[in-house]
């Protein structure tokens, strides 16, 4: 699944030269290759295409794979060692409810048993949602002792903060309950450092809130149980329900619009070319007045080579359509949940690497290899029933989760969102004028100045109707989040390695004297 990815490094001019770690920023550390920012594969972010890496000649080894490298020859062959079949069966006759939901929660009653098994302290994340609620519950029931929880609340925007629901699900549960109190400046205060560990540009400030949980955690656990993967397997996402909700429902807390023309014109073409719309997001960006729009966001000096290649390249490379033709619609939608969006964006940006930068290692009972291949055989009306989504999981768990949380739908994690204007208070001021000034700009050579001014008064202005002000906020974020990387990786490299070398030195030591329990030691 890529809960710990691989990312390797070549050059088309050095082809016998292959580098691999597991992050990007080890490559760089070698001194044999220079961090170079991909403005191609930025505008393929903005066009909601999946990316590994924005950094140019870097790749991940893809989930599920193996790389052999022959020393001699230098000649590679990509293997799979788990290939990912999600095509449905149908149950044997005379299959009951009770029997699936007996099965399920076997599948994950071992799944959970053997995540808690270590030499350290383990915890679990808890937010009010089923999945979470739900390897809790297990962990609880297979526990000798009280387990410890960890929730984010967001005290200043009650519509974002599940901290309450999950106070009182660990007190049901007899767990202990902890959370960090997250207001707008500590989003900001901490981007930076979340941007350094995540090596990925940010459209919301999600990763800001995990990197500030995984803090909490490591006061009092090494290992964190999480819900993760539960969506991909149980059909848990907005955007599988058909009803025109995509990554914007998940990302932003908010519906996509109504297709124009234009994007029925694009919808055309990508199911020509990979066979169904991953996102309703893409019809609108895959039109040609939109990605000449995006184009026109970055220096002049970007546009020929942006504007001679497509997002539809990446996203050919990124699906197999041989894969996808032989599978029903909802679960060619499932595909590109997994194979797009599970491993660099939900396990890596809003889980491994966060939890890394704390060193908290995150483990994800859902994607148990025997649980998630049970339930990808699992027909899909046992997954998504009607309107209630993970419908097996929410029936299979009912008797030892609290019946708020068995009755309450889907709300995903979302932090709360920020205008990128100066308005938004003295932190953010900071931001703009650090990263998009008109000499940073300049300095980076990505983004266009005079679009990034312009976006910037009409987001101040509030010249445009809340959806596309907001969706011009979402660019705002990104292009700051890409210029803080900018900075980070390509003209601070080494005094920002050396920094972040010694504030993790002084971070454990710190934590070596407040530690509750000792470390497990090696050997």
Not at 192 to 219: C, H, I, M
Not at 353 to 382: C, V, Y
Not at 428 to 455: E, K
Not at 486 to 507: C, G, P
């Amino acid at each position: 699944f890529g809960i710990k990815p691989l990312f390797m490094h070549q050059h088309p001019d050095q082809p016998g030269q292959l580098l691999f770690a597991s992050e990007a920023k080890a490559l760089f550390a070698s001194g044999l290759v220079k961090p170079v920012l991909d403005p191609i594969r930025l505008r393929d972010m903005l066009s909601f295409v999946p990316m590994d890496s924005v950094f140019e000649h870097v790749t991940a080894l893809p989930p599920g794979h193996l790389l052999l490298v022959d020393l001699g020859t230098r000649e590679q062959t990509l293997t799979p060692y788990w290939p990912l079949d999600l095509l449905p069966e149908p149950l044997p006759a005379g299959t009951t409810e009770a029997t699936l939901c007996q099965s399920l929660r076997d599948h994950l009653e071992e799944a959970v048993a053997l995540r808690l098994q270590a030499d350290v302290p383990v915890g679990v994340y808890l937010s009010g949602g089923l999945d979470s609620t739900a390897v809790a519950a297990v962990a609880a029931k297979l526990s000798a002792k009280p387990i410890e929880t960890f929730s984010i609340s967001f005290s200043d925007h009650a519509d974002f903060d599940e901290a309450l629901i999950a106070e009182r699900t660990a007190r049901s549960l007899g767990a202990r309950f902890h959370k960090v109190v997250c207001q707008r400046d500590d989003l900001l205060a901490h981007l930076e450092d979340s941007l350094w560990f995540s090596e990925t540009p940010a459209v919301n400030y999600n990763g800001v809130g995990k990197f500030l949980l995984s803090r909490l955690a490591r006061q009092h656990v090494t290992c964190v149980l999480t819900g993760e993967g539960a969506d991909e397997g149980l059909l848990g996402y907005g955007y599988f329900k058909a009803n025109g909700q995509g990554l914007s429902s998940h990302a932003y807390g908010r519906d996509q619009a109504g297709a124009s023309a234009a994007s029925a014109a694009a919808a055309d073409t990508l199911n020509e070319a990979v066979g169904f719309v991953p996102q309703p997001e893409m019809a609108e960006l895959f039109t040609p007045g939109a990605q000449r729009m995006l184009a026109r966001l970055f220096n002049r000096k970007h546009r020929q080579r942006l504007q001679g290649t497509s997002p539809l390249q990446r996203l050919r490379q990124r699906l197999d359509r041989r894969e996808l033709d032989r599978l029903p619609l909802l679960n060619k939608l499932q595909t590109f949940s997994i194979r797009g969006l599970l491993s660099p964006f939900i396990l890596a940006n809003l889980g491994d690497r966060q939890e890394m930068a704390h060193s908290i290692e995150g483990r994800t009972p859902f994607l148990d290899h025997k649980l998630f291949q049970w339930l990808a055989k699992l027909p899909n009306e046992w997954k998504l029933r009607g309107d209630v989504e993970k419908y097996l999981l929410r029936e299979a768990v009912k008797d030892i989760i609290p019946e708020e949380v068995y009755c309450r739908r889907k709300w995903p994690y979302i932090t709360p969102p920020m205008w990128v204007s100066k308005r938004s208070g003295t932190a953010m001021a900071r931001l703009i004028d650090t990263y998009l000034s008109r000499s940073a700009l300049c300095t980076s050579g990505l983004f266009s100045s005079n679009a990034v001014r312009l976006m910037l008064l009409i987001v101040e202005k509030s010249w445009l109707p809340g959806r596309l002000r907001e969706k011009l906020n979402n660019l705002l974020l990104f292009m700051l989040t890409v210029q803080i990387i900018e900075k980070q990786y390509v003209q601070q490299f080494d005094q920002q390695l050396h920094t972040q070398h010694q504030r993790t030195q002084t971070a454990y030591s710190t934590l070596k004297r407040t530690t509750r329990e000792p470390e497990a030691q090696p050997g």
